[in-house]
């Protein structure tokens, strides 16, 4: 798998890499230093090349490391809080989401294995290395998932234009927060097992917001 950019270099646990390929003129004396001072393996590249490695912007630096290695949902039954995303499609609000739960403190994310953005490279890069420290779960079917928690006393709360408003609904006991795809939202399946349907109150001319945005104001109030 390959990832890029320098602060995303930073992040990931140096241990995983197997290789940097570096900007063979690169002016960033921090960068050689932090590859050096860890023994990491790197290798000079013309920019040329650089740019056939990958589609976005590297900085310079591209990464080389083990594929990403997914979660299984039992490791994550006995945490307090879990986020579902249901069907979402963009890795940048992916990787977004993903950066706000480690900031929270939310460990696992949960997300379908069909219709659905996986971990790539922008989603590392958009998360800034947190997902080292965010599990991700694959899942064949979210409403049984979903049914099968709840039967470990777990409350659904999906996340609606038009839901009750977030801040008065209590949030005490273990929980899961369900945020749907940018354009259909929570899907009418996931929508039938839902708890609470919570919503973010609107005061300008703009109905709703992106899926990212929405979920890190929701993660921190229910967190």
Do not use: W
Request: glycine fraction near 6%; charge should be neutral; aromatic fraction near 8%.
């Amino acid at each position: 798998m390959l990832v890029y950019g320098r602060n995303v270099l930073k992040e990931l646990d140096f241990k995983k890499i197997k290789k940097v390929y570096v900007l063979e003129n690169l002016k960033d004396n921090e960068i050689l230093k932090y590859l050096n001072d860890y023994k990491i393996h790197y290798l000079f590249s013309s920019r040329q090349q650089l740019d056939k490695m990958v589609q976005g912007n590297h900085q310079g630096v591209i990464i080389e490391m083990d594929d990403y290695c997914y979660a299984s949902l039992e490791e994550s039954q006995n945490e307090d809080f879990l986020v579902v995303l249901d069907h979402l499609e963009d890795p940048h609000n992916f990787g977004a989401i993903v950066r706000t739960c480690e900031a929270a403190g939310v460990k696992t994310i949960i997300i379908p294995k069909d219709r659905s953005v996986r971990v790539n490279d922008v989603v590392m890069k958009t998360s800034c290395g947190a997902l080292d420290r965010v599990k991700i779960v694959l899942v064949s079917n979210i409403c049984e998932t979903l049914k099968k928690l709840q039967k470990d006393n777990y409350f659904v709360y999906a996340s609606f234009m038009n839901g009750e408003d977030y801040k008065t609904l209590d949030y005490s006991g273990k929980k899961i927060l369900v945020i749907g795809n940018e354009g259909k939202g929570v899907s009418r399946l996931v929508e039938n097992v839902t708890d609470f349907r919570v919503g973010i109150p609107m005061r300008g001319q703009v109905n709703s917001l992106n899926a990212s945005v929405a979920a890190g104001i929701l993660i921190f109030e229910m967190r």
